[in-house]
C-alpha cells in the first residue's frame, strides 16, 4: 500500500526512494506488527476474558498446569490481524506470493478461529470435528499446492533442491502438489502440537521466520542467489517483509504470552502460523531447510506419532505423555526450564539452517 503511495511521491521527494528496499520495509514491517499487538493486545485478552474463551485443561496431564484453567485462548486473533495489516501496508501488493501467504494464513486460522470458538465460547467440547478440520486444511492445502505449480514460470520453482549440495535438484512435476500439501498441512499440526507451554511455539516460530525471511530475499535476488548457488525465485524477496511481520507480531504476542502466560494463542494462530510458514519454506524451495529450522516443531509430532504407534503395536507408552514437552515436565523438569531449553534448540537449529547458504 504504502510503497504505491511512495513510487508516486519519489517523483518530487527523492527520499521517498527509501521504500523501494525490501530490507527497509521488512524492518517497518516488524516494528508495526509488534506495535499493534503491544497495543491492542491487552484489550483483546479482556475481551477474550469476557467471552470466557478460557483455556481447558486436560487433568491426565502435569498436575502444574490446572492452574491455567481458564485462561483466554484465542489470542492467535492478535498474531494474525496484526500481520495481514501491517503485511498489506509494507509489502508490494503486486506480488503473487504475498497474497499466497496472506490467503493461506487467514485460510487456515479460519479453520482454527472456528474449532476454538465452538469450543471455548459455544462450550462445545467437540469443537470442530478433526474429519472436518483435515478436510478444510487439506482443501486449502491442495489449493495452495495448485496455484504454486500452475503459475510457476521455471523449472526451479517446482524442484526439490538439498541443501549441502550446489547442483542436487530433483525436478518433482507432479508430485510438487503432494509434498506442498504434506509440508503446509503437516507443519500446520505440527506447530499446533507443540503450543502447550507458555512461549514454547512463538519464540520459535520468531526464529524460523526471521529465517525464512533471509532466504525469501537471498532467492529473490538474483546476484545473491547465484553466488551462494541457491535457488533464484524471482518476486520471492518481497515475503522477507511478510517474515520481519510475522516475527515482529509473535515478539508482540509473548510479550503476554511469555511464562505464566496472560493468554494463549489457540488453533487459530498455531494452525495458520505453521501453514503460512510452509507456504514460504515452498515457495523459496527450502523445505528440508524448514523441517531442521523448525526442529523444535517436527520433534513435537514425532513424539505423538511415535508415542500413538507404540501404544498400539505394544501397549506401551515410550514417553510418559506426549507431545514431548510433557514428558520432561513429568519427570519434573519446572516448566520455564523446558520452555527455555527447547528455546534454546531452536535458536541452534536455525543457525545450522542458515549455515546450509554457504555450506555447499
Known amino acids: ?84 495489516v501491517a503485511t498489506l501496508v509494507w509489502a508490494d501488493l503486486n506480488n503473487r506470493y504475498v497474497w499466497l501467504v496472506l490467503a493461506v494464513l487467514v485460510c487456515f486460522g479460519a479453520i482454527g478461529f472456528y474449532d476454538d470458538y465452538r469450543k471455548l465460547v459455544l462450550k462445545d467440547s467437540r469443537g470442530l470435528a478433526s474429519r472436518w478440520k483435515y478436510f478444510w486444511q487439506s482443501v486449502f492445502g491442495l489449493v495452495a499446492a495448485w496455484f504454486l505449480f500452475h503459475t510457476a514460470v521455471n523449472p526451479a520453482e517446482t524442484s526439490l533442491f538439498v541443501p549441502l549440495f550446489k547442483h542436487v535438484e530433483i525436478p518433482l512435476g507432479v508430485f510438487f502438489l503432494v509434498v506442498t500439501y504434506f509440508m503446509i ?11 502447550g507451554l507458555d512461549g514454547l511455539a512463538i519464540m520459535p516460530t520468531v526464529l524460523v521466520s526471521g529465517a525464512l525471511g533471509v532466504f525469501a530475499y537471498l532467492a529473490g535476488n538474483k546476484v545473491f542467489s547465484e553466488y551462494l548457488g541457491i535457488p533464484a525465485i524471482p518476486g520471492a524477496g518481497e515475503l522477507a517483509v511478510f517474515c520481519g511481520a510475522m516475527s515482529g507480531a509473535g515478539l508482540g504476542f509473548l510479550w503476554f504470552n511469555t511464562y505464566p502466560a496472560q493468554v494463549f494463542m489457540g488453533d487459530v494462530g ?53 507431545p514431548i514437552h510433557h514428558h520432561f515436565e513429568l519427570k519434573g523438569w519446572p516448566e520455564p526450564r523446558v520452555i527455555v531449553r527447547f528455546w534454546i534448540i531452536s535458536v541452534v537449529l536455525v543457525l545450522i539452517g542458515l549455515a546450509t547458504l554457504k555450506v555447499r
Not at 188 to 194: G, P, Y
Not at 308 to 313: D, G, H, L, T
Open 185 to 195: 498441512v503437516g507443519f500446520s499440526n505440527a506447530v499446533n502440537l507443540t503450543d
Open 1 to 84: 500500500m504504502l510503497l504505491e503511495l511512495a513510487d508516486w511521491m519519489a517523483r518530487h521527494f527523492t527520499a521517498m526512494h527509501l521504500f523501494q528496499y525490501i530490507t527497509f520495509r521488512t524492518i517497518m514491517a516488524a516494528l508495526t506488527s509488534m506495535a499493534m499487538s503491544l497495543l491492542f493486545g491487552p484489550a483483546l485478552i479482556r475481551k477474550l476474558a469476557a467471552l470466557k474463551a478460557g483455556q481447558v485443561v486436560r487433568k491426565d496431564g502435569p498436575q502444574s498446569h490446572l492452574s491455567k484453567a481458564g485462561t483466554p485462548t484465542m489470542g492467535g486473533v492478535m498474531i494474525l490481524l496484526s500481520v495481514v
Open 270 to 322: 498455531a494452525l495458520a502460523i505453521g501453514a503460512a510458514l510452509a507456504a514460504i519454506a515452498v515457495i523459496v524451495r527450502q523445505e528440508i531447510v524448514l523441517l531442521i529450522m523448525g526442529g523444535v516443531f517436527v520433534m513435537e509430532t514425532a513424539s505423538v506419532m511415535l508415542q500413538v504407534a507404540s501404544f498400539k503395536m505394544t501397549g506401551k507408552r515410550i514417553f510418559r505423555m506426549a
